[in-house]
């Protein structure tokens, strides 16, 4: 049965968001929280200015089973009724993460959006993504300073592929059931508009008619060639979102092309989906 978060962390300020989202989501959903990190050179010796004594005279321990056996312990003060586990081990995340993640307990990823290796928004090829494209099982990356969850109004960004409902329905089974669905798309300039709300529209009914989700609304924009700002995919899907303010987005990583063009920068510009919302990666169609 598949009733476990698991959830890595690097006890960066934006991995701990992470931790306290995917605890946050586990009481809504009734799962357990399994902590991870993968020991690095900052996490395998002890600081010398670390005020846990008593933990520091047991030399067997590494830096980072301190750190763990803190933020674990502050977890279960501030969330008593869930059953939290945790375990630092030796390896690169980006190996050993998809492996874990085969473990038929878990039920999805939670982790931050960028960690102590990254300052800026997410780019294709960073570990979050490389985790997403790896991943058996679905995967949230939760933004810097977004450790609140919620879960009224999602984003489904969509190019009217039958598995982005496929993603949907992973979503509301693993997540929760949104009061409200916004269909994000985009497109461009010399489209034929009318067909395009009329596929928007059908999409939308046959969401409420499958009764997923009752409250279906549309957003669609343009690329725009004569906007510096808004001549790509990322930069107007993340113009629709700050508007749209999403609790979460939903992405379906089986059209590569449109995953890469996502999260890939381009060599003109370094321009990805900035990560502002929680964002939900369905896992990978194999076929």
């Given at each position: 049965m598949r009733n476990t978060i698991l959830v890595p962390?690097?006890?960066?300020?934006?991995?701990?968001s992470a931790v306290r989202y995917a605890c946050q989501l586990a009481k809504h959903k009734g799962y357990d929280v399994h902590l991870l990190h993968f020991y690095t050179s900052n996490t395998a010796n002890f600081a010398s200015e670390s005020n846990n004594e008593a933990l520091l005279e047991d030399s067997s321990l590494l830096k980072a089973d301190v750190l763990m056996k803190e933020l674990k312990d502050e977890l279960m003060i501030s969330f008593p009724e869930l059953t939290i586990t945790s375990v630092c081990v030796r390896g690169l995340i980006d190996e050993k993460l998809p492996v874990e993640a085969g473990d038929s307990r878990y039920a999805l990823i939670v982790m931050g959006a960028t960690g102590s290796s990254a300052k800026k928004s997410i780019y294709y090829g960073s570990t979050t993504v490389a985790i997403t494209a790896k991943s058996p099982i679905p995967v949230?990356?939760?933004?810097e300073g977004q450790?609140?969850?919620?879960l009224q109004h999602i984003?489904?960004?969509?190019?009217?592929?039958?598995?982005e409902l496929e993603t949907l329905r992973s979503f509301i089974e693993t997540m929760g059931k949104p009061e409200q669905l916004s269909l994000t798309h985009v497109y461009r300039e010399e489209s034929d508009l009318d067909a395009m709300q009329e596929h928007l529209q059908s999409w939308a009914f046959n969401i409420r008619e499958m009764d997923l989700i009752k409250q279906v609304d549309i957003e669609s924009a343009p690329i725009s060639k004569n906007d510096v700002d808004l001549d790509t995919v990322?930069?107007?899907?993340?113009?629709?979102?700050?508007?749209?303010?999403?609790?979460?987005?939903l992405v379906t990583k089986t059209r590569k092309s449109f995953f890469e063009r996502l999260f890939k920068s381009s060599v003109s510009k370094a321009i990805a989906l900035e990560l502002?919302?929680?964002?939900?990666?369905?896992r990978i169609d194999e076929d």
């Open positions: 962390t690097d006890f960066s300020k934006n991995s701990i949230v990356a939760v933004p450790s609140t969850f919620a984003s489904l960004l969509t190019k009217f592929k039958p598995e990322p930069e107007v899907v993340n113009s629709m979102i700050e508007k749209g303010n999403p609790d979460v987005i502002r919302k929680p964002t939900f990666f369905d």
